[in-house]
């Protein structure tokens, strides 16, 4: 495919250069007309340019126009119905939150109630227990001694 490019875009070439080499030794008048008949067909062109952007300036413009009454009509009303259960879902969190907040306020003051009102009591006794338990002991033992001697 490449090779029919080629041998096309020399033969193109070949005769730009052969016509130009022709107009150079051609007489004036021929110049003259080849040069009239070029810049008709330069108005033409021009003249096609300027059709083609106006159709396709019109082409964007409805595409354009095509694609706000698209979102009008289907994005944006989805969009405001997630919007919608976004916020629920957010008030939802919100209450919850506020109940975790309430739970973890009640149960550190149980915790601070249990600490103090029982915890504290059974310490205290439980010390008492042992400090008693600790005296008899020593007492005990005080005379221990005396008893080993005598045994032995």
Do not use: C, H
Not at 52 to 62: D, I, N
Not at 98 to 109: E, K, L, P
Request: aromatic share 6%; glycine share 6%; hydrophobic share 55%.
């Amino acid at each position: 495919m490449w090779k029919w490019v080629g041998i096309g875009v020399g033969t193109i070439f070949i005769l730009l250069i052969a016509f130009v080499v022709g107009m150079y030794l051609a007489p004036a008048e021929v110049r003259e007309a080849t040069r009239d008949i070029f810049i008709i067909i330069l108005g033409v062109f021009q003249l096609l340019i300027v059709v083609l952007l106006t159709v396709l300036l019109f082409a964007v413009l409805y595409a354009v126009n095509q694609i706000n009454n698209l979102a009008k009509g289907t994005v944006l009303p989805k969009l405001d119905e997630a919007m919608l259960k976004m916020n629920d879902v957010l008030d939802s969190t919100r209450t919850i939150a506020g109940n975790a907040r309430d739970s973890v306020s009640t149960v550190s003051g149980s915790t601070s109630f249990v600490a103090e009102r029982v915890i504290s009591p059974i310490i205290r006794v439980s010390s008492l227990v042992t400090g008693v338990r600790a005296a008899a002991t020593s007492l005990a033992r005080r005379d221990a001694p005396e008893r080993m001697e005598q045994e032995l």
